[in-house]
């Protein structure tokens, strides 16, 4: 699996702010960064709560 790099970022930055212009592109940062936020917020409830469910198994 290859990173995408700096070079990478600015090409998908550019091709950002050609398809939603200048105006719109702090609300897509926004927004994108809410859900990745929500997003991990989840995955890190559900990692405790398996954690939890295995400390139980072993102590059963």
Same mark, same amino acid.
């Given at each position: 699996?290859?990173?995408?790099?700096?070079?990478?970022?600015? $090409?998908?930055f550019l091709l950002a702010l050609i398809l939603?212009?200048?105006?719109? %592109?702090?609300q %897509?940062?926004?927004a994108i960064g809410h859900t990745l936020? &929500?997003?991990?917020?989840?995955?890190r409830g559900l990692v405790? =709560? &398996?954690g !939890? =469910? $295995?400390q139980q198994e072993?102590? !059963?």
């Open positions: 699996m290859s990173a995408i790099g700096i070079p990478g970022l600015i $090409v998908i939603f212009g200048p105006k719109k %592109l702090p %897509l940062g926004r936020k &929500e997003f991990k917020q989840s995955t405790q =709560d &398996e !939890a =469910d $295995v072993k102590k !059963a």
